[in-house]
């Protein structure tokens, strides 16, 4: 059992028997009265999110989750396929089910999936990849100032906005968390 005390950011938790993710939370101690924690969780099989506060002290269930290494294979339109790189059983799941992870995935690149309860739920991926730009405005000569930007769609199909000098070709590193442009990869 976790205690409110344990509670951070990222933290999978058991709550109303479902598998849930802690998203952000708040310890209150008002002036009167008993403290609280105020929590943003997301739920791993449905990616609802819902606010629940919780008094200090409560506990919540450590939930059936497991998290494997998988290699991304393919996507055939409608779903995606990882491969377990330990006894290479293939999972299929939905673009619903992998959310916005699908914009950070190429072929062969290596993701954790999450189990529940044996069901794959939810995809991570690392806090920056690269990814290739395929399409964006040509360079505008002289304009090297840093100010502003420019839309560039990458192989996932990802909009990054990019200084100007980045070109149709080039390999970007990205963060996941913000889907913001890094530096541009040598």
């Keep these: 059992m ?24 708040q310890h209150v101690n008002p002036g009167k009265g008993s403290a609280f924690v105020r929590t943003k969780l997301k739920n791993l099989e449905t990616a609802r999110t819902v606010e629940v506060t919780f008094k200090s002290g409560d506990k919540v269930g450590v939930p059936d989750v497991a998290t494997k290494e998988m290699q991304y294979l393919f996507n055939d339109g409608s779903s995606y396929t990882f491969m377990d790189m330990e006894t290479f059983d293939q999972v299929t799941l939905s673009a619903d089910e992998i959310d916005d992870a699908k914009y950070f995935i190429v072929e062969n690149s290596v993701v954790s999936v999450t189990n529940y309860k044996g069901r794959p739920v939810t995809v991570e991926v690392p806090n920056f990849v690269e990814l290739k730009v395929i399409e964006t405005q040509p360079n505008i000569k002289g304009d090297t100032s840093g100010g502003g930007g420019k839309p560039a769609k990458m192989e996932t199909g990802l909009t990054v906005t990019v200084p100007f000098h980045i070109a149709e070709g080039d390999c970007l590193k990205v963060d996941t968390r913000t889907s913001s442009y890094v530096e541009k990869v040598k």
């Design 2 to 25: 976790y205690s409110t005390t344990d509670f951070k950011k990222g933290l999978k938790i058991d709550y109303k028997d479902a598998p849930w993710v802690i998203v952000d939370f």
